[in-house]
């Protein structure tokens, strides 16, 4: 090859070379904008893996189901009957389009005041598929109700009270009187008062009669003294404790002899005969069961003794009121009679369905009427919901409906009482783990991945081939110049 064509051609090789080492760049560089564009699809699948969403439980977290508007605003076994609002920034009620046209009855344009009562039959027989007389004969009798509920309280003001003395322990037992309750008498002391203060004994017999005879005196002390006070049931729940403690000593030759010795019980034996001690058995009967379990009992009063509370059924004064008593009892008596007649045949309109569905919607539809509605059907996409409560632009609100009587108004008049909070407060709500945000991710990093780790293939292969060429083009260099050195090596020594 002559000189010319050689040097031509080395001139063709080493551009085909540089572009080759372009082109070598250019792929380098995609591969690195690749690796940039698989950390960033990693990063997208990362975040979904952390995505969190809102979800309903009623089993503690042990399952879950989607916190959508349906399960928060309808009716149902899973929100037990109960609305659980939901409330925008302006504090008003959300509504979608099944609820929208019985919001517009109630106020047209959204406002707060709406007339709720107006509307109220007609739209609960709607929803609720309840014949509209019925509902409109509950709130008849519901009328009639508060009316007899107002009788009853009025009467209750002017119930006559019966007058009560309070002494200490020794004047209150002696309405006990003189009677042991038994043939046999107090050791020291001819009353109950001055045996306790004398610390006088009952005889109770040998082991044989014991038992009974205390059964005997226990309950005389029950039946006497229960004639003075308003629990007697509470007495006679000491009495029957404090002798079941007692027999169970006179029948427990052990027992005995120990709580004998300790003095840890009132009883005493002598000569295989038995005997109780007046002041330590009124001490643990009335000074002790009696008056933890009395509420009319001031305990620690006057010198941190306790004080007891009785009627003194002997005194003119206490007779007279009692007669008074007596003819107010009656007419309470009837009254609470009509109350309960009213209550029952109201509560016979309905099944306990009806009532719970009733109740519903009327929780929802008077706090629309109170609060206000905006309407947004998209809050039926369970994820635009979740969305919207996570960030706090919409909140949910609870709602106890209770009639309240008003002294202002001498009526009885409904009111709601509202608990707002964002959503996650709720103990039935709970953030979990998005499983399908996550199962769609790794669908599309799947995907991406795919795409990218083929261009990336794409690259290597072209980028192998270029490096292939580029190694046969440096060794076709190479030979050309070394024929060409060796031709100007000889061409010097011809002329040299």
């Not at 979904?48 to 189901?65: A, R």
């Not at 509307?119 to 004969?137: M, N």
């Amino acid at each position: 090859m002559g000189m010319a064509a050689s040097q031509a051609r080395l001139l063709q090789l080493t551009s085909r070379k540089n572009d080759i080492g372009y082109e070598l760049t250019r792929l380098s560089n995609d591969k690195v904008s690749l690796s940039r564009e698989m950390q960033k699809v990693s990063r997208k699948y990362q975040d979904s893996l952390n995505q969190k969403v809102l979800k309903w439980s009623n089993n503690n977290g042990v399952s879950y189901i989607d916190l959508s508007y349906n399960n928060l605003m309808k009716p149902s076994t899973m929100n037990q009957n109960k609305p659980y609002l939901l409330t925008d920034q302006n504090d008003k009620i959300v509504i979608d389009s099944e609820y929208k046209k019985y919001a517009e009855m109630i106020s047209p344009n959204g406002s707060t005041g709406g007339n709720w009562e107006s509307v109220r039959t007609q739209v609960l027989a709607e929803l609720t598929g309840i014949d509209a007389t019925k509902i409109a004969s509950a709130d008849s009798y519901q009328e009639e109700i508060w009316a007899d509920e107002a009788v009853i309280n009025q009467l209750i003001e002017e119930e006559p009270i019966l007058p009560k003395e309070e002494t200490h322990i020794e004047d209150f037992i002696a309405n006990i009187g003189n009677s042991t309750g038994i043939s046999a008498s107090f050791s020291d002391g001819d009353d109950w008062k001055s045996a306790y203060n004398k610390n006088g004994t009952i005889d109770l017999g040998d082991a044989t009669v014991a038992s009974a005879n205390l059964k005997a005196i226990t309950d005389h002390i029950a039946t006497q003294l229960g004639q003075f006070i308003d629990d007697p049931d509470v007495l006679k729940s000491a009495c029957e404790t404090f002798y079941n403690e007692q027999v169970g000593i006179i029948n427990n030759a052990d027992k005995m002899e120990d709580s004998l010795k300790n003095d840890a019980t009132p009883l005493n034996l002598k000569k295989n005969n038995f005997s109780i001690n007046v002041k330590q058995m009124i001490d643990r009967i009335v000074g002790g069961s009696y008056a933890s379990e009395n509420c009319n009992v001031n305990k620690g009063g006057y010198a941190n003794a306790n004080t007891y509370q009785w009627y003194d059924i002997n005194s003119p004064i206490y007779k007279d009121t009692l007669e008074k008593h007596n003819i107010w009892q009656e007419s309470y008596d009837l009254a609470k009679k009509e109350y309960d007649e009213s209550v029952q045949a109201k509560n016979q309109l309905f099944t306990a369905e009806e009532e719970a569905l009733i109740n519903f919607y009327d929780a929802i539809f008077s706090s629309i009427a109170e609060k206000g509605w905006t309407y947004n059907n998209q809050v039926n996409d369970t994820e635009y919901l979740n969305q919207m409560l996570q960030n706090n632009i919409y909140t949910m609100t609870t709602v106890d409906r209770e009639a309240e009587f008003s002294d202002e108004n001498n009526e009885y008049l409904w009111d709601n009482e509202y608990s707002t909070d964002i959503a996650s407060n709720f103990t039935n709500i709970f953030f979990v783990n998005n499983t399908s945000a996550r199962e769609e991710a790794l669908i599309e990093y799947e995907h991406e991945k795919s795409i990218i780790n083929e261009k990336e293939s794409r690259i290597d292969t072209r980028m192998q081939n270029l490096q292939t060429e580029q190694a046969a083009i440096n060794q076709m260099i190479q030979g050309i110049e070394s024929v060409k050195n060796e031709n100007i090596e000889r061409t010097m020594n011809i002329f040299g």
